[in-house]
């Protein structure tokens, strides 16, 4: 059996390198294993994907305001690249998840 995407920790069984290329966390991690192979998730055409989104998100971390890098890869990154999400989330962990719970703070504290 493999990850389990309803599994509210499968972000944490995978782990990917600026090149795009995806691999299990921790490396003998056999579900990981299983869902990498099953789903082809090393297909080149999604490494390569994954290669682009870091690339733009580092390279727009130097282009844009704060505001503007949030809004495209905090706020708005599971409708703009929803399949990439838990990569994205990855790389930018602890950063991301600070800045997304205080969005959604701020959200919740206008409605």
């Known amino acids: 059996m493999g990850v389990s995407p ?42 390569r994907s994954r290669e682009s989104l870091i690339a733009a998100a580092y390279s727009d971390i130097e282009a844009l305001t704060e505001t503007e890098w949030l809004s495209v890869y905090v706020e708005n990154q599971e409708r703009e690249f929803p399949e990439f999400a838990a990569m994205f989330q990855w790389f ?11 969005l959604e703070a701020k959200a919740g504290a206008t409605d």
Request: hydrophobic share 30%; net charge positive.
């Open 6 to 47: 309803l599994d509210p920790t499968c972000e944490t069984q995978f782990k990917y390198t600026l090149r795009g290329d995806i691999g299990p966390s921790p490396f003998g991690n056999k579900a990981a294993r299983l869902a990498i192979s099953n789903l082809n998730f090393r297909a080149e055409r999604l490494r």
């Open 92 to 102: 930018f962990d602890d950063s991301w998840r600070n800045k997304k719970r205080a």
